[in-house]
């Protein structure tokens, strides 16, 4: 079966539900498809302690503050899933899940969305898939011979599933810190990271990240001097958990091992630690595989863009990615004023 629509979103999450807020202010005929079975996007997968960097009503989307939470300065997931949840419905969002887009085609004047369970024809494609669905794990020597326990990030949901076991947690960004600091107590962790952690000062929370981010793009597109934006702060959020991990010195991370051995792990000069589960909070890659019809990937396999539009494709938008299309869009916060932009160019582009 074919449906119709001036604009298919692909993605139900935040930036999806930012974006259709917006389409529906400049009167668009728009869907969302949602490969998930329920609302709340990434945020009803991640691990059970994981907490917002900033305080709920600086964690909003467009025309809804989020609610603080009771008891807690900086909410944890479920309460944004509730928040998103609450939001989709509140603005009658026009989401349809669970369906999973397969291709984006070039179709005439018109874009064709195939997923499986139908397809779609629209005059543009906004892409807000985000990044949880593709995480990355590097290539280390030894892999096939540990025989213990390897996971990612996404799979992470609470100490006690490690109890009393040798664990070891590689990653010095805030994923690393939160889940090296919620182990710290019931296991025998052990934190590598490749090269020593920065922790903001403790005042500095995802308001200060975002207007770093924001002055940091704000003077490279004037030709000013970069700021160095976020990164010249440190790399990890000190949020109550992590600080209070920090300060009882359990977070004092050792340097990245080179190599994996049966039963642990193998450093340059011979030491060797003994692990059972190794958690690799890593980082993630867009997840555009849906976009490959397209041909739009350069030799560095990004898709050139300017802001959020398609250098070479105009019908389409990616939104929600980070500072690959806009600074901090890959937050609550920071993806307000992208997907307002988006909209409002796919207006221009209908009119």
């Not at 996404?154 to 994923?175: C, H, K």
């Not at 025998?188 to 920065?198: A, L």
């Not at 003077?219 to 958990?241: M, N, Q, Y």
């Not at 595989?289 to 802001?307: D, F, M, N, V």
Request: aromatic share 8%; proline share 7%; hydrophobic share 40%.
């Amino acid at each position: 079966m074919t449906h119709t629509a001036q604009v298919v979103v692909i993605g139900g999450g935040q930036a999806g539900l930012a974006v259709g807020y917006h389409l529906r202010r400049q009167g668009v005929d728009f869907v969302i498809l949602d490969a998930q079975t329920t609302p709340g996007g990434a945020w009803q997968h991640a691990w059970d302690s994981l907490r917002l960097f900033s305080p709920a009503a600086c964690s909003s989307l467009p025309g809804r503050l989020m609610p603080p939470q009771t008891g807690e300065t900086y909410p944890d997931a479920q309460h944004v899933v509730e928040y998103l949840v609450d939001y989709e419905k509140r603005y009658e969002l026009p989401v349809e899940r669970p369906v999973r887009v397969l291709g984006v085609y070039r179709d005439g004047p018109l874009l064709r969305v195939d997923t499986d369970s139908g397809t779609w024809q629209a005059c543009a494609v906004i892409s807000a898939t985000g990044t949880w669905w593709r995480p990355f794990l590097p290539a280390v020597p030894g892999r096939g011979a540990f025989g213990g326990r390897l996971l990612h990030t996404v799979e992470y949901r609470r100490p006690q599933d490690f109890a009393g076991r040798r664990v070891i947690v590689v990653g010095g960004g805030n994923s690393g810190a939160q889940i090296a600091a919620d182990l710290a107590y019931e296991t025998q962790m052990t934190w590598v990271t490749q090269r020593p952690p920065r922790f903001l000062a403790d005042d500095i929370d995802g308001r200060v990240l975002f207007d770093a981010a924001t002055a940091r793009r704000r003077a490279l597109d004037e030709g000013r001097t970069d700021t160095g934006g976020v990164a010249s702060l440190g790399d990890i959020v000190a949020v109550p958990p992590v600080r209070e991990a920090r300060n009882r010195g359990l977070l004092k991370a050792s340097r990245v091992f080179t190599r994996l051995v049966p039963g642990g792990v193998e450093w340059a000069d011979g030491t060797r630690a003994e692990a059972e589960a190794i958690i690799w909070c890593t980082g993630f890659r867009p997840a555009l595989s849906h976009l490959a019809p397209l041909q739009l990937r350069g030799r560095r396999g990004h898709i050139a863009t300017s802001g959020t539009r398609a250098v070479d494709e105009p019908r389409l938008h990616l939104l929600g990615y980070g500072d690959w299309t806009v600074p901090a869009s890959a937050t609550l916060i920071g993806v307000g004023r992208p997907a307002r932009e988006a909209a409002r160019e796919i207006a221009g582009l209908l009119a």
